[in-house]
């Protein structure tokens, strides 16, 4: 934890460089000038490392990047401006016309839109497996597969893959291997530690933490992210705006204290409503009887505070009564904030013109937030008797 700490007050803050202020300024400009010709030079040799345009590198925003390559402990980080413009940047850098990816079933429904209707364009195939199995994902590689992409947790049903064994995998075919690491944030998982090449996250979630900035984040080694700096990074633009990073600065301020409080209150309340009638099935990481309990507390050191519910009703009036009861949980989508939220399923449904999704309307993703856990308790108990 001291380690974190240093990271997360100290590390990256020059701060005889601006007044001696505690809080960094917001450096916003979008160019920097140099004091000489030979000055100059230097900064265009080393793009990436000095002060020459914002698109590059901002004072501000590197920051941000030195602290959260630090907590993931990585030699470097990007700054995106959403979650999944880190995930295309990252996947499409280490893929070419005519190449493959294997990815984990079921990722995020944006990273399934990147393979199936963008990637698709440009001759990049892809093949799904299932990430608690070993040999499928082996035999899913083929001569032309760049990249093994891995979610763990997923945020709707936590599947988790062994993340040593699956590092190993890609090394041993010459992939990349990449995870989406949003539900654990950088302090209850490491995947450079298990051997992942690069670490990815909504920064939108637990790492920001407010539900007021929405923000990406890649880490990996200095030549992976030299390599997207100079190719996608600068080329597509996709950046954060010095004040908005900012804003991911102060997030980040609490994230240990946050995390700690969401895995100590997650783990209460699930304690507390599990046995409740109304559940058909509640799915949830840190369950003992989860499948994957064993390896999630090998891998993950915390919890993220998402869990899913299929509710025991036949009845869709009664599901949507019990809903309008849980006025602590705003009817949302996104997670990792302050507040409480839920997802219903049932909101996807019966839209006119619009065609029923695969899920089922009896399932509801709930987020915990930083409230009191008695309280949050007390409106899931009270609610959940409706039904
Ligand atoms: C929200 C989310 C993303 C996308 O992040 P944005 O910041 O919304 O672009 C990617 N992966 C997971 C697991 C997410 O929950």
Redesign the pocket.
Known sequence: MEDKDHIINRLGEDRHKYYNAVSPPIIQSSNFAASSVEDMRKMFSDEAGSHLYTRGNNPTVEILRKKVAALEHTEDALIFS????A?ANAVISQVSQGDHIVCVKNP?S??IKLLENFLSRFGVTHTYVDGTNLEEMRAAFQENTKVLFL?SPN?FYFGIQDLSSCAAIAKEFGAVSMI?N??CSPIFQNPADHGVDIVIH?G??YINGHSDV???IVCASNKIISQIFHGEYMTLGAIISPSDAALVIRGLRTLALRMQRINDTSIEVFEAIKNHKAIRQIFFPFDPSFPQYEIAKKQMTGTGGLFTIIFETEDKEALEKMIQKLNLFLIAV??GGHESLMFPSICLHDIPGKETPPFDWRVIRFSIGLESPKILINNLLAAFDVL
Do not use: L, M, N
Not at 82 to 85: F, L
């Open positions: 959403s979650g999944s413009a995930i995020y944006w990273t979610e945020t989406d949003s539900y909504s939108t979630k929405v923000v990406g996104s997670w």
